[in-house]
RNA sequence: GCGGAUGUGGUGAAAUAGGUAAACACGCUAGACUUAGGAUCUAGUUCUAUAAUAUAGAAUUAAGGGUUCAAAUCCCUUCAUCCGCACCA
């Protein structure tokens, strides 16, 4: 019989359109929440990064369900944020037409996977009633403050009732009010320095940055100063750290979130600029003298000693700033008269210099410097002795205190597609939009990029976007007027990580109009009992998440568990080569990779397609430039053959070595493309991707259907002792395997099962029965097939998991006998028998390797080993 | 610079919380078969010796040392690779 798998799987998605995967238990007190961390639906579709999880979580979500559980296995769409705003920004159509397009593609893909996921669970952070309760959210966290002594958030309410009988709270105008109560709330407005990107006109945030550029386009990034939103987060530090003891997730990522959190105690260093202008302080475990300060050209705390240079050499100092800043590695020196422990000067540098990837403001002299010194390129400004920043000073504290590194989370960005944040200003003071007049709906407005195609891509510009408070609805922006009582609105947005902090609750309950989630459906399903996700914001996102659920539940929205993921897995990231070709910049000339040397500074990278690439790492030049005609006229530079440049590298659109499943999907099916994801691999490492195993999964199941080929061979008997034994030996194994998420040992337990079935001519139909029930998980349309051949009218998904044969055997003992710890041979025992004198005497009967010899020692571990020392 | 991992054949990898290293699969070599297919089957695939389809011996889990009857697994040092990092560590 040949696969023919297209007849197979078209004929069971039929059938699996009627069936009812997820009623199975409805009843069962036992539940299983199985969940994939949303994707971004970007308009490229799914790639093999997505794929490996979704068959991962539905392998074992089957596997769940057919051990009597109830399981949840939901997914949807996360989609706010930057990128598609961008997409469209170049294409000039709305976001959520790319968005909607861009998710159509994904479900498509995602149904062709043979994955059981909760459909009718489906949520989108852009739907209306969705960000409606991260709105509502916001202002519970807007009016909350977090109560010292009873460890948790309140109302802000009672804060005024505390302040009401302290002190004149009545006298205080709005303004002082308001100052006083910012202090407080848990989402608040700070001036604070922060990651501007001028090209993209937003706010970032530090895990939104790479190399010193945002992660999106790769444009500058400065510190800017700038009234935002924040999260007092830095609260619930404790509560964070003290959470991660009870939680099952992989060890580096439980020490990152604590060193994110980073609790210690030190002595520290305050310094200061002047009165006005504090900068932050520094930490060290041991007290240290200082001996110079280096402050990056880059940095805001650069851009604030400008202001208190004297006027004589500020021009000095930004010219020559200027200069070194396309230099590498220079540095100024200031001379000071600051001085240190030991009476020593302080010298302040300028410098340009980069310590690997990230950005630093400020150096001191501690360990990391070390190379900053070795710096050649220096400059010292020609300084009298009275030009020194008179107000720069450092303070040394000699107590210790308990520090966090955490900082508070930046909440707004200065763009469109986003939730807008649910707040209007009356003088400056903000207020919240009433919760029942939630959503506060982002406005749609028709060809509004090519409109306003020169402006920034915000919200303010658009005409309606203002509140009137007495009609409660949103208004245009020409009828502000306090008067009226028609204020303006919040123009920013919240970031990306506001949707999708909450999300696994309301998966629960997605249809609830009145609340994020009815108390009975919080109560049987509680947390996420294993979570499943890639690497890339892995940290912030579980921090955030974790932050956010620890403030429901202080505000009673949650009331029966403490932390949202119990258990977690790191999907590791699957690699691929990547090609490119070398061209010289504003000349038609593309130069071959082994002739590059010569052109160092003066080539650009581009990337190409896998296509047009042969004998390892040689280009194809006929091909190339038959499909790309821009080409036509150029030059390329070799000796004999013209090279590319072959990396390995993650998987990215922009570097073209992107697999895409479908290709493999229609070639092997899909049950062949299942198997081959998960057998590749430990699913928590990086993977390289190799099509050439994938013969083995094809023979595999080749041999798999050769068993059940002729019907009538299948015999209805009471099973063999022995065929009970192998059937025991893989159920047992599968079943370990389930519980430590290895799921590609499992994979190859079946290989094994499978030679031995035929090898022993292995017929029985209850065996055989069992073995692809255990199977199905893994393979599902291959299964039912098998199964409907059994003569069963159900789905095999009806199936409970096999139990393991309760059989009484005497079993005999296999004992390693060692001589000088070195295997020597295997004996087998009976129960009878299972002492170290008989055993002693067998050997000695049989061999006579320690005949004659003196005998030191005679190591015995029952049931296992026998080992003589001579 | 700091922190966290990881290191097993030509390749992907297994090895019960110290107890037969390399299961399972890919690749390769040789042969068979045929409906000439990205097909299937059989055997081999660390090294050495011999009386050679067997037997015996030796080496081997990045390198070196330690603990132990016994180490891929535990401890120490070094090297290499990867990941994270915001001022500190």
């Known amino acids: 019989m040949k696969y023919n798998f297209k007849k197979i799987e078209k004929k069971w998605k039929i059938k699996h359109k009627k069936f009812n995967f997820f009623e199975i238990n409805k009843n069962s007190k036992k539940k299983f929440y199985i969940l994939n961390m949303f994707p971004y639906p970007s308009g490229y579709g799914l790639h093999i990064g997505h794929t490996i999880g979704y068959i991962f979580s539905d392998i074992i979500c089957k596997y769940k369900s057919g051990c009597n559980y109830n399981v949840l296995n939901p997914i949807g769409f996360d989609s706010f944020g930057l990128p598609a705003e961008q997409y469209a920004i170049n294409t000039t159509k709305h976001p959520s037409y790319i968005i909607k397009k861009s998710i159509k593609k994904y479900k498509k893909q995602i149904k062709n996977l043979g994955v059981f996921f909760n459909w009718d669970k489906e949520i989108n952070t852009i739907d209306k009633n969705y960000y409606k309760w991260t709105q509502w959210i916001f202002i519970k966290l807007f009016n909350s403050w977090y109560d010292k002594k009873k460890k948790k958030a309140r109302n802000i309410k009672k804060l005024i009732n505390i302040y009401k009988k302290k002190k004149k709270w009545n006298c205080l105008k709005k303004k002082e009010k308001n100052k006083i109560l910012n202090k407080h709330r848990l989402a608040y407005l700070k001036n604070s320095f922060v990651n501007w990107c001028s090209k993209l006109g937003t706010v970032l945030a530090n895990d939104e940055i790479k190399n010193g550029k945002s992660e999106r386009g790769g444009h500058k990034i400065t510190k800017k100063k700038m009234l935002q939103w924040h999260l007092r987060i830095t609260k619930y530090s404790d509560k964070l750290l003290n959470g991660l003891k009870k939680i099952n997730w992989p060890k580096n990522i439980k020490n990152s979130q604590i060193k994110w959190i980073g609790k210690r105690k030190c002595f520290y260093i305050n310094i200061k600029i002047n009165k006005k202008y504090k900068t932050k302080i520094f930490y060290f475990k041991k007290k240290k003298n200082i001996n110079n300060i280096i402050i990056n050209t880059n940095s805001y705390i650069y851009e604030l000693l400008i202001k208190f240079i004297k006027k004589k050499y500020k021009k000095k100092v930004i010219n020559i700033v200027k200069k070194i800043n396309n230099n590498k590695n220079y540095k100024i020196l200031i001379k000071t008269n600051i001085i240190n422990k030991n009476k020593k000067k302080i010298n302040i540098y300028i410098s340009n210099y980069k310590n690997n990837k990230s950005i630093?403001?400020?150096?001191?002299?501690?360990?990391?410097?070390?190379?900053?010194?070795?710096?050649?390129?220096?400059?010292?400004?020609?300084?009298?002795?009275?030009?020194?920043?008179?107000?720069?000073f450092l303070y040394f504290k000699k107590k210790?205190?308990?520090?966090?590194?955490?900082?508070?989370?930046?909440?707004?960005?200065?763009?469109?597609?986003?939730?807008?944040?649910?707040?209007?200003?009356?003088?400056?003071?903000?207020?919240?939009?009433?919760?029942?007049?939630?959503?506060?709906?982002?406005?749609?407005?028709?060809?509004?990029?090519?409109?306003?195609?020169?402006?920034?891509?915000?919200?303010?510009?658009?005409?309606?976007?203002?509140?009137?408070?007495?009609?409660?609805?949103?208004?245009?922006?020409?009828?502000?007027?306090?008067?009226?009582?028609?204020?303006?609105?919040?123009?920013?947005?919240?970031?990306?990580?506001?949707?999708?902090?909450?999300?696994?609750?309301?998966?629960?309950?997605n249809n609830n109009n009145n609340k994020i989630i009815s108390n009975n459906k919080e109560k049987y399903w509680k947390n996420v009992d294993l979570y499943i996700g890639g690497s890339e914001h892995t940290n912030g996102h579980l921090l955030y998440s974790r932050f956010c659920l620890k403030f429901l539940k202080d505000i009673k929205v949650i009331n029966y568990y403490n932390e949202p993921f119990k258990r977690f897995i790191n999907q590791g990231i699957i690699l691929n080569y990547s090609f490119s070709i070398f061209k010289l910049i504003k000349k038609k000339k593309f130069i071959s990779y082994d002739l590059i040397k010569k052109y160092k500074k003066k080539i650009q990278k581009i990337y190409i397609e896998k296509k047009f690439i042969i004998n390892n790492n040689e280009l194809n030049i006929n091909f190339f430039l038959f499909k790309n005609k821009n080409y036509k006229n150029f030059i390329f530079y070799k000796k004999k053959k013209f090279l590319c440049y072959k990396k390995l590298e993650k998987m990215s659109k922009s570097k073209l070595n992107i697999i895409k499943p479908n290709k493999i999907i229609d070639k092997f099916g899909i049950d062949v493309f299942r198997l081959y994801q998960i057998f590749i691999g430990p699913f928590n490492k990086k993977k390289i991707w190799n099509l050439d195993k994938i013969k083995g999964i094809k023979r595999f199941i080749n041999k798999l259907l050769l068993i059940f080929k002729n019907n009538k061979e299948i015999i209805k008997k009471k099973p063999k002792k022995e065929d009970k034994i192998i059937l025991n030996n893989i159920i047992k194994k599968v079943y370990k395997n389930y519980k430590k998420l290895l799921l590609h040992i499992s994979i190859s337990y079946f290989m094994k099962t499978i030679n031995i079935f035929i090898k022993k001519k292995i017929k029985n139909k209850y065996i055989l029965e069992k073995f692809i029930i255990l199977f199905s998980p893994f393979a599902p349309y291959i299964s039912e097939e098998i199964w409907e051949k059994l003569g069963h009218k159900n789905s095999i998904f009806m199936e409970k998991q096999p139990k393991i044969y309760n059989i009484y055997y005497k079993k005999k003992i296999k004992y390693i006998i060692m001589l000088n710890n070195k295997k020597k041979f295997v004996i087998k025992i009976n129960k009878v028998n299972n002492n170290k004198k008989y055993i002693i005497n067998k050997i000695k009967c049989n061999n006579n390797f320690f005949y004659k010899k003196k005998i030191k020692k005679i190591i015995f571990i029952k049931n296992k080993i026998l080992n003589i020392l001579i």
């Open 400 to 509: 210790k205190k308990i520090i966090y590194n955490l900082n508070d989370l930046i909440f707004s960005r200065q763009r469109y597609w986003g939730e807008p944040i649910p707040i209007y200003y009356i003088y400056n003071i903000p207020y919240n939009i009433p919760y029942n007049k939630l959503p506060l709906k982002l406005p749609y407005i028709n060809k509004y990029i090519s409109k306003y195609k020169n402006y920034k891509f915000k919200l303010n510009f658009y005409y309606k976007w203002a509140w009137d408070s007495i009609n409660k609805k949103i208004v245009e922006n020409k009828f502000i007027d306090i008067k009226k009582k028609i204020y303006p609105l919040e123009t920013s947005t919240m970031p990306s990580c506001a949707g999708s902090n909450w999300y696994y609750i309301r998966y629960i309950d």
């Open 360 to 392: 630093k403001n400020i150096y001191l002299n501690v360990k990391n410097s070390k190379n900053f010194l070795k710096i050649k390129n220096k400059l010292t400004l020609s300084i009298k002795k009275n030009f020194y920043i008179k107000s720069f």
